[in-house]
């Protein structure tokens, strides 16, 4: 696995990725990588490739968020939120695309989105720019499946609720409170959620079905 983001060290503290996939036996690799970026884009796919001699699963799950409503959003994070996420996905696409050759096995693409880039809620106001990112890569997805279809290569979504992950660097989450009020699943989501969903889409037993999101939010 290449695992590339713009940090090694999560934000919300822990242990980071790449450490944590090495100390259960399995093989990472970190890159510091800007997916609005298309020279960074291609670094990352050729780091894979040459590590791995094939890239078989590509899982976009970037984004950034000013958290601001969206008259309090300036041109310059407004253009960095949208760069980072629709035009990202794409970018990554076209560039597994044009690097993939027909005597490997297809590869898949999975974007990662969020049920509120297509409902509203208690915060939307405040969080109108993260959304329309959201709504935007679940669009993005769907244009994608026409053009590489033709290539084999399948582009799916993934749309988590409200997911609990561990936050060290963090107060509580105050909206962990109100998700649960509109959750009917007796619990909330876990990252191992989410990546159950992932690992079918890469998966074999997900042939036949591109631009499709999948929906994991305990039907919040």
């Keep these: 696995m290449v695992i590339g983001d713009v940090r090694e060290e999560p934000l919300e503290g822990g242990e980071c990725t790449a450490q944590l996939i090495a100390r259960r036996g399995g093989d990472a690799l970190f890159m510091r990588t800007d997916v609005a970026t298309w020279r960074d884009i291609d670094a990352l796919?050729?780091?894979?490739?040459?590590?791995?001699?094939?890239?078989?699963?590509?899982?976009?799950?970037?984004?950034?968020?000013?958290?601001?409503?969206?008259?309090?959003?300036?041109?310059?994070?407004?253009?960095?939120?949208?760069?980072?996420?629709?035009?990202?996905?794409?970018?990554?696409?076209?560039?597994?695309?044009?690097?993939?050759?027909?005597?490997?096995?297809?590869?898949?693409?999975?974007?990662?989105?969020?049920?509120?880039?297509?409902?509203?809620?208690?915060s939307t106001r405040r969080t109108i720019p993260l959304r329309c990112q959201q709504g935007g890569r679940h669009l993005s997805d769907t244009a994608d499946r026409g053009d590489y279809a033709p290539q084999l290569i399948v582009c799916n979504c993934i749309s988590p609720g409200k997911i609990v992950i561990e936050r060290p660097n963090f107060p509580p989450d105050p909206e962990l409170e109100n998700a649960r009020w509109r959750t009917p699943w007796p619990r909330l989501g876990r990252p191992q959620d989410i990546a159950n969903a992932a690992v079918f889409l890469a998966s074999d037993r997900a042939t036949y079905m591109t631009g499709s999101n999948l929906v994991v939010d305990g039907a919040g």
């Design 45 to 122: 796919i050729s780091a894979a490739v040459d590590r791995h001699g094939r890239l078989d699963v590509m899982v976009n799950n970037a984004a950034t968020a000013s958290g601001t409503g969206l008259l309090d959003t300036t041109p310059s994070s407004g253009k960095r939120s949208w760069a980072s996420t629709s035009p990202a996905c794409s970018m990554a696409a076209s560039e597994l695309r044009n690097r993939w050759s027909r005597r490997s096995r297809a590869p898949k693409c999975a974007a990662g989105s969020s049920i509120w880039g297509r409902r509203w809620g208690s």
